[in-house]
């Protein structure tokens, strides 16, 4: 199973973005799905995930309250909607899976190649 991001671009301040993670095959029931940033020079950092079983979502405090993660079943994609954007949430963007609810990069595996978020101040 390969996941794929897509969705990133260039917006202003203030704006927002629907990001996409598809997946080329089945997502387990007991799979959970992150979505990661990487900032130019900065480590890759968690951002939100989901659990595919229930649907249950998991932030990080920089991005709680203005993004959104959740699941389509039937399509084996999982979104991830950015409002009120900031130029400090400029990275590329990655989505990946884990079999246990964590914040960690070592525990996801099937990592894609990300899309590129630009924030415009």
């Known amino acids: 199973v390969q996941l794929q991001a897509s969705g990133g671009g260039l917006v202003q301040t203030g704006g927002s973005l629907r990001l996409s993670c598809a997946a080329s095959?089945?997502?387990?029931?007991?799979?959970?799905i992150g979505w990661f940033r990487q900032a130019p020079g900065k480590e890759r950092e968690f951002v939100a995930a989901?659990?595919?079983?229930?649907?249950?979502?998991d932030y990080s405090d920089s991005v709680k309250g203005r993004f959104t993660i959740s699941k389509d079943s039937a399509r084996n994609t999982v979104y991830l909607q950015m409002n009120s954007l900031k130029p400090e949430d400029t990275a590329i963007y990655y989505c990946?899976?884990?079999?246990?609810?964590?914040?960690?990069?070592?525990?996801?595996?099937?990592w894609g190649q990300g899309t590129l978020v630009t924030v415009s101040s």
């Open positions: 095959g089945r997502i387990y029931s007991s799979w959970n």
């Open positions: 989901i659990t595919w079983s229930y649907g249950r979502t």
């Open positions: 990946a899976r884990t079999v246990q609810r964590s914040r960690t990069v070592g525990d996801y595996t099937y």
